[in-house]
Nanobody
């Protein structure tokens, strides 16, 4: 059974940091293309960070230099380290497998003072 379970979202002040996790069962993330996608209130979902099978990473311009996507193959878990958070980073963050289009349930990140 395929499951993607995100965690780590919470309320944080501007300038703060968070690390999101996506624990995966049912397939191996090291042989998959994975990404983090966020959905801000009233907006469409947008990809923010992608990691390919070979480990290449890609970022949306809005998060470059602040967010880092990574994975732990032994734990079959993907991460998103988010630094210098801004109010516009607020949203629900989902992990997503690109080819077979598996999705997690999302975790809420709120950046506010």
């Amino acid at each position: 059974q395929v499951q993607l379970v995100e965690s780590g979202g919470t309320l944080v002040q501007p300038g703060g940091s968070l690390r999101l996790s996506c624990a995966v069962t049912g397939f191996t993330i090291s042989t998959s293309a994975m990404r983090w996608v966020r959905q801000a209130p009233g907006k469409q979902r947008e990809p923010v960070a992608t990691i390919l099978r070979a480990g290449d990473t890609y970022y949306a311009d809005s998060v470059k230099g602040r967010f880092t996507i990574s994975r732990d193959n032994d734990k079959n878990t993907m991460y998103l380290q988010m630094n210098n958070l801004k109010p516009e980073d607020t949203g629900v963050y989902y992990c997503n497998e690109l080819v077979r289009y598996f999705w997690g349930q999302g975790t809420q990140v709120t950046v506010s003072s």
